[in-house]
């Protein structure tokens, strides 16, 4: 979808993208929305949606459509320059293009990245080998809060791939992670963090799984990784790393990242920040060949180059909420999915809906996450006020790091999100932050 030039190839493989799963998801979907209407209705509330934010930051459906509306708005005239850049460069090699077609956003946003801003996305990658860059997530996350990671050669593992730290604070044992980091025949095939060991205070120790699928390295070409794939390394470790600092509370239930789930992807969202840095890129960051670090200037221009199509990609992550919402804040008898999705795709992104084609049927997360596929964008807001405080005080700097993981990171789910980041924040959290950010570029 990025580096095909031929238009017929990537309309081919967005087509059968789009129609995966039909037509067998169909009944599965309309019965998972009429199941989770009928449990949300037999206990007093009015819709799925009503029932599964109760428990969540934003409290109600109603301010969840609020929330999506305010960020659709706040991103439209942002998507048009977007779109309009986008249009401008295709017409270039089809002189009176009338439109730019969903299958063409990826491709062009990776050429005007090129030419505009000077910036390939395959020219970082020898600055990333894989070895350096787990080294360095774990240096820099040791020097901002104040911990260390010891590897464990005989721990027991699933996989010889896996390895093993203890996570210490002096000689104390705060936890154990296990980076289960390269790809194999029938791994899960995402990037992921998952518990294997609750905590809790005075009786065990959190352990943790990092499980990714990046480049494995001794074999017969260097390891190198693209930048989007270190930026999800320090989100994945973020989790990671509130799973084992927060896992030290009175109950196991309230245990590291069991806080409200429209909350529990701001540390990780955060933490990403330190993949854009260069005093913390550049430690590590260094070429394959030359072992000079990454320069400043070419991270300026990977910045730049990433603040390129941004209102589209908020836009489209509004229609994906405003679908999910919209799915389950009604009665689904006699709701036409199609419909609602063309609405949907019609209200939020410049890309109308295309005939027979059927993106809700393989949409997963209308399964786990159900109505709140708003908490990516909500938490993102959180991540992006918090950062404040060491875009100030500096980014390497343990002083905030170390209020931060108090404050934030090690009550996990003991206390009301929205309390935990005030007590670090001085002050309510802001959307001036995340308006800041969206406009930036």
Not at 189 to 214: D, I, W, Y
Not at 254 to 264: A, H, L, Y
Request: glycine content about 6%; some cysteine.
């Amino acid at each position: 979808m990025t580096y095909a030039r031929s238009a017929r190839a990537r309309e081919a493989l967005w087509r059968a993208n789009r129609q995966r799963a039909y037509p067998k998801n169909v009944d599965v979907l309309n019965a998972l929305l009429a199941k989770r209407h009928e449990l949300a209705t037999l206990l007093g509330y009015p819709s799925w949606a009503a029932y599964v934010t109760e428990d969540k930051m934003i409290k109600t459906a109603e301010k969840a459509r609020d929330f999506v509306e305010k960020v659709a708005a706040g991103s439209k005239a942002r998507s048009q320059r977007d779109y309009d850049k986008l249009l401008e460069r295709k017409r270039r090699d089809e002189p009176g293009a009338p439109r730019v077609d969903p299958w063409d956003q990826a491709h062009l946003e990776d050429r005007i990245r090129a030419e505009q801003y000077a910036f390939d996305s395959q020219s970082v990658r020898p600055y990333f080998e894989y070895a350096r860059v787990q080294q360095g997530v774990l240096d820099t996350t040791a020097k901002m809060f104040g911990i260390t990671y010891r590897r464990v050669a005989d721990a027991p593992v699933w996989h010889p791939d896996v390895q093993v730290f203890d996570v210490l604070e002096g000689d104390a044992l705060l936890g154990r992670i296990f980076l289960d980091m390269h790809p194999r025949e029938d791994k899960y095939k995402h990037a992921a963090q998952f518990t294997l060991t609750s905590g809790q205070r005075g009786k065990r120790v959190p352990e943790g799984v990092l499980m990714c699928n990046f480049p494995r390295p001794g074999g017969a070409s260097p390891a190198l990784m693209q930048h989007d794939d270190v930026q999800t390394f320090f989100h994945e470790f973020g989790h990671l790393l509130h799973h084992v600092l927060g896992g030290h509370t009175t109950w196991a239930s309230q245990s590291g990242v069991r806080t409200e789930w429209d909350f529990v992807e701001a540390p990780s969202q955060m933490l990403e920040e330190w993949s854009w840095a260069p005093e913390s890129l550049q430690p590590f960051a260094k070429h394959i060949d030359t072992n000079e670090p990454l320069p400043t200037e070419l991270i300026q221009r990977m910045k730049a180059a990433d603040d390129f199509g941004k209102g589209l990609w908020v836009r489209q992550q509004m229609f994906y909420a405003a679908l999910s919402l919209r799915l389950y804040d009604r009665d689904p008898k006699g709701v036409d999915p199609v419909k609602l999705l063309e609405e949907m795709q019609g209200a939020y992104t410049p890309f109308p809906y295309i005939k027979d084609t059927y993106f809700h049927l393989a949409f997963g997360h209308l399964d786990g996450y159900s109505a709140i596929y708003y908490t990516y964008m909500w938490s993102l807001v959180i991540a992006k006020d918090l950062f404040t405080v060491f875009k100030k005080q500096g980014l390497m700097n343990p002083e905030p790091a170390k209020r931060y993981r108090r404050s934030v990171l090690e009550p996990g789910g003991s206390n009301d999100a929205a309390l935990l980041v005030k007590d670090f924040l001085g002050r309510e959290y802001s959307f001036d932050a995340y308006e800041t950010w969206l406009n930036a570029g």
